[in-house]
């Protein structure tokens, strides 16, 4: 197995020789680790004397212990290193010039999952933004998509839905390292920030995370492992329905149900539990808290037999037309407030696109569907193929 070096061990191995007299701020979360996991904040701390003097963190929390959609994080001190760590999933999700005042330059290293609406590349968006109206250099340590930067899928976002689960108009699963995606919007959006991207060694874009040799720590409290986040782009649209999304289980994103769901009508809409690089195992389960806590939920545990076979978004939609299908009258979609939008229909935001909740309760053909989404994924992929840093 081929040795994956980080964007962060880059870093810590080959510093810029600019660095060395700059205050340091770093954006993280518990997944920032090394090989010998190590965490990135004490690894810059000692490599870097006296420099990090602030912490920042992603939804979740620094510790990534939050297990919800706004469910916000406060400021606090690190009891450690004794300086602050600035929530961007608080108060406020953009940094301020006070936060910035604080630093120099700031790192970024979190791990994304490759889809649109996981909220750190909107944060990161939003660092870049901020960096640039004050000049402010941001430094991205890369690190691997976990779902692999050959296969993209869906359709790019509609910039009237923009929100902080998708601010760009590109595919639910995008196929871009941070660094890369990082690239794209500075450039293509004119943030104009001044930016450089560590890059990883060692890692090419048909790995999966399971063929990295890395360790995985959840990037947040609901992705626990690498099949989680392999069906997570599609799994996510559960979040604008009242189906489970198996938050409360053991099995977050892998597993979905509702109580009032038939298994047997769904597997015929279907064809079966053979889906395209996977298999639908029937399963009851009792979620511990979020949507029908306590209640027993009939459903379906993916398990991905070819991942490269699998697509997760078409196959979520797939099950969920035939949801709608043969529940009409118990399926509802979810109202708003979601992440932090009180007027846009959750659902929407979402898919990024208005028009596919209701060819859903029209009953059309998701394939159909599909077809009309494909000539803007080949644009996409189109102009994102000259960020990409590896083969």
């Known amino acids: 197995m081929t040795k994956i070096t980080t964007g962060l061990e880059n870093l810590i191995t080959a510093p810029p020789a600019w660095m060395s ?11 920032s680790i090394d090989s010998r996991y190590r965490h990135a904040s004490q690894l810059i701390h000692r490599h870097f ?3 990090l003097t602030a912490l920042f963190s992603p939804q979740h929390g620094f510790f990534g212990e939050k297990q919800d959609n706004m469910v916000e994080s406060a400021d606090m001190v ?12 608080g108060k406020t999700r953009v940094p301020t010039a006070q936060m910035l005042d604080h630093i120099d330059v700031l790192i970024v290293d979190l791990m994304d999952v490759g889809t649109r609406v996981y909220t750190f590349t909107s944060t990161l968006s939003y660092c870049l933004e901020a960096c640039a109206r004050l000049n402010k250099r941001v430094v991205v340590l890369d690190r691997p998509n976990p779902i692999n930067g050959i296969q993209v899928e869906g359709n790019c976002l509609s910039m009237a839905l923009s ?17 890369e995606y990082a690239s794209y919007i500075n450039q293509s959006f004119n943030i104009n920030c001044p930016l450089e991207v560590i890059p990883m060694e060692g890692w090419n874009r048909r790995m999966y995370f399971q063929h990295t040799g890395l360790a995985w720590v959840p990037p947040s409290p609901n992705l626990p492992t690498p099949v989680s986040a392999i069906v997570y782009p599609g799994q996510v649209i559960w979040e604008g329905t009242n189906i489970s999304e198996g938050r409360g289980t053991t099995l977050p994103f892998e597993q979905f149900g509702a109580p009032f769901i038939n298994i047997d009508k769904v597997l015929s809409f279907m064809g079966g539990q053979h889906i395209p690089g996977g298999i639908l195992r029937p399963v009851a389960f009792e979620p511990t808290s979020n949507k029908w806590a ?10 991905v037999t070819d991942p490269y076979q699998f697509r997760p978004y078409t196959t979520s939609l797939k099950l969920l037309s035939a949801i709608i299908y043969h529940h009409k009258n118990q399926f ?47 644009e996409y992929q189109s102009i994102t193929q000259k960020f990409h840093l590896y083969q």
């Open 49 to 51: 004397p006296d420099q």
């Open 163 to 179: 929100s902080f689960v998708g601010r760009y108009p590109i595919p639910m699963r995008h196929g871009l390292t941070m660094g």
């Open 332 to 378: 509802q979609w979810k109202q708003p407030p979601y992440e932090y939008e009180w007027k846009k229909c959750p659902f929407d935001m979402i898919v990024g696109n208005d028009t596919i909740r209701q060819q859903l309760e029209n009953g059309k053909d998701i394939d159909s569907i599909q077809k009309k989404w494909e000539p803007g994924l080949t």
């Open 294 to 303: 306590g209640q027993t939920c009939n459903g379906f545990c993916i398990h």
């Open 78 to 89: 690190d009891a450690k290193l004794k300086i602050p760590i600035f929530s961007l999933y």
């Open 21 to 31: 007299k700059n205050r340091l701020g770093l954006l993280s979360n518990p997944a």
